[in-house]
Structures are given as C-alpha cells and as structure tokens.
C-alpha cells in the first residue's frame, strides 16, 4: 500500500511539474490581449489586425493540432511538453522586438505551434499516469496552473511588471527568457526519468512506477485496461496505423459532439480574454483596473474548472454538466453587455467566467472515457477537438474586432461569443441524448 502512495504522489508531482508549461504559455499568450490597446496604438494598427494578432495562436491549431496529437501519442508527452515550451518562448522573445503587423503575427504564429504541444500534451500525460475515472482530478490541476498565468498577466503582469521592466516589449522578452529556462530543465528532467515510457509503449515495469495508485480503486478501470488501450499500435508511426487511428478519431459521433462543443467554448474563452479588456477600457475604466476586472473572469474560470467537474463526476452527469455550463456562459455575456461597468457587468465577467471554467476540463475529460478512443487516442482526439475547435478561437477575436471596425460598437462582436453559449446548451443536449439512448 505504501508504495503505491508513493507512486499517486510521484504522478501528482510530475503533473504539477509539467502544469507549469501551462502556465508560462498563458502568461507570454495573453501578455498581448493584456497590452492590446498600447499595442494598437505604438505599432499602429487596426482593430481588424489587432484581431487577427489575438487570435493568431488559435489559427495555428487549425492545420496542426490533429497531428500534433498524433505526434504526441507517438513521442510522449515529456518531449513534446519541453520542445513546445522551447518553441513559444522564442516566439515570444521575438515578439519583444518585432517592429510591425507582420513580423508580430509571424512570431505569434510560432508561439502557436508550440503551444499545440502543451494543449495535447497534458492530457496525454494526465492519460499515462491516471486511469481514465480519475483523471478529472488532475486535470483540474493544470487547468488551474493555466489560469494562474491569464490571471497572472492581467493582475500583475500589465499593471505592476511591465511598468517596472519599461513597457511591453521588456515584458515580452523576459517572460520568453523564463519560459524557454523552464522548458529546457523540464526536458532535461523528463528525459533523466524516462517519463515518456510510461504511455505504453515502453516496458510494463514504467507503467507499475507512475500508476502505482491505480489498484487502490479495485475497480476494472485499473492498469488492465489503460495497458490494453495503450497497445502496440500506440508507439507505431506507418501510415497504415496512423490512417486507421485517424479514420476512427474523424467518425467518432460522440467525440463529433464534444467538437462542435469544443468550437464553442474556444470561441467564447479567447474572445473574452483577448478583448474583454479593451471592451472595459472603452466603457472608461483606466487600464490598470480593466486588467484586474479581466482576472475577475479567470478566476472565476478556475472555480468553475474546479468546481464543475467535481459535481458532474460526483452525479456521473459529465454529459449534462456542459450544456448547463454553456447556459451559464450565456447568461453572464448577456449581462456584460448591459451591464455597462456596473454591478450587473461585474455579476456577467463572474457568470461567463464560471461557465467558461466548466466546459475547459469536460472537453478534455470526456474523451478518455469514450468507447474506442481511451488512453491511447486520448491526444489524437483532443487534437482533433482542437483543429477544429480552434476555427472558434480564431474567430472570436477576429469577430469582435471586425465587427467593432464595422459598428463602432464591441456589442455586436460579444452577441456572438453569446450565441456561440447556446451552442453549447445544444451540443450538450445531443451528447445527453445519445448517452440514455
């Protein structure tokens, strides 16, 4: 009993370890969202290109994130998670010194391949060292490590660091240099340790190591059958394997679903995130205090990635947990909209933000769980999620700001992160009905 403790603790660690890569990659992300207005006016940019700037991350993972879950199935979670975090850093060290619209979306374009390694990465990892009934747990974890740096960089970030460094281009260069020193300790550690012979392609003996806990559940959801989802086809690269995991991952109706809800919540999390701040600011609030209110939203982000999941797997009511996450969400951009900077704006940042938090763990906890995906496709289906998904995260920012050239108004552009709530309530709906049929 002792040591499969020991061995819970170690695969709690080595995913607080690893949360750490969500982290630097929210704070360098958003540290352009959170300087945004500057930024437009020093580079000289439209609300248009400044669109395209907040959701260029996202744009990345439209060609690239289904191979890249392919990927990190393959090589493992360890190289993939220290590479990425290498690749963002120096995007971002980049964009420190990049002059114009141009060199800026090719440095964030960068950032974004990286970034699909983190995205993916995790819940393989998660994957690897948990059995699929436990991992809404740890992926709570990272969920909040990532919020801890979008929040980071809106409280203190733009408010109390980039003024001390000298602006937003100190900013960006140091948070790139700490990123790039933590992805290259975390890949030196995770090389050392062999992490990445725990996905099942190594020997039995890693798997023991990293889920010692696993029989403590006494259940069938134990080592037997995470060591048959990670079969022999887990660590090959032929084309014939990768069509056949390909054509499975694309048919999948469930995981259809969790995509259309995936394509939502991406659409609601980086239009907010990206513009929520600028919307604010042109409501009257000085920049420092609209930073602050956007934490407001990522924390509550973090109650709900807490808080959610916890329920649903409490009441086995993961399905129904995402369509009422997306009603909250719905409500809560309904009342920022009218709100103006009121109480009735402050009630929405908090609803929109708690609802967000929800439908983060659940797209990622549910496909574990799905008959033919489990543990081995796990970072081949939520690539898929992404590649898709991320046409919303693209667009939501790209929306908003196109709209407000087109309006003068930042109304119209957040009535569709709106619509894109509903469109969860009815995703969720449809996942509910197939699960009771």
Known sequence: MGSRRTGGRRAYGMTLAAAASYTC????WFSLPAYLPTIIGDVGLTNTQAGVLAGAIPLTYIPLALFSGLAVDRLGPGRAIGVGVLVYGGGQIGRSVAPGFASLLAFTLVMGVGATAITFGLPKLVSVLFPPA?????????????????????AVGRPVLGPALGGWRPLFLWSGVV??????????????????????SGSGDADDTWNGDTDDAGSGNGDEDRTGDAGEDGGRLDPGSLAADLRLVLTHRELQLVVAVGTMYLLINHGMQGWLPTLLESRGLPAALAGQATSLFVVAVVVGVLGIPELADRFDARRPALAASGAVAFLGITALIAGDTGALAVVGIAAAGLGTGGLSPLVR???PEL???????????????????????FAGPVLVGTLYDATGSYGPGFGILAAGAVGVVLAGGALVSLDRG
């Open 371 to 393: 008959d033919g995906i489990g543990s081995r496709l796990t970072g081949t289906a939520v690539g898929f999620i992404f590649a898709i998904g991320e046409i919303g995260g």
């Open 134 to 154: 436990r991992t809404g747990r740890p992926t709570a974890l990272y969920l909040v490590a990532a919020s801890a740096g979008s929040a980071g960089v809106f």
């Open 365 to 367: 906890t549910i496909p």
């Open 179 to 200: 990123a790039v020193a933590y992805g290259a300790i975390w890949l030196l550690v995770a090389l050392r340790i062999g992490i990445d012979d725990a996905d099942g």
């Open 25 to 28: 990659l929210m704070f360098v």
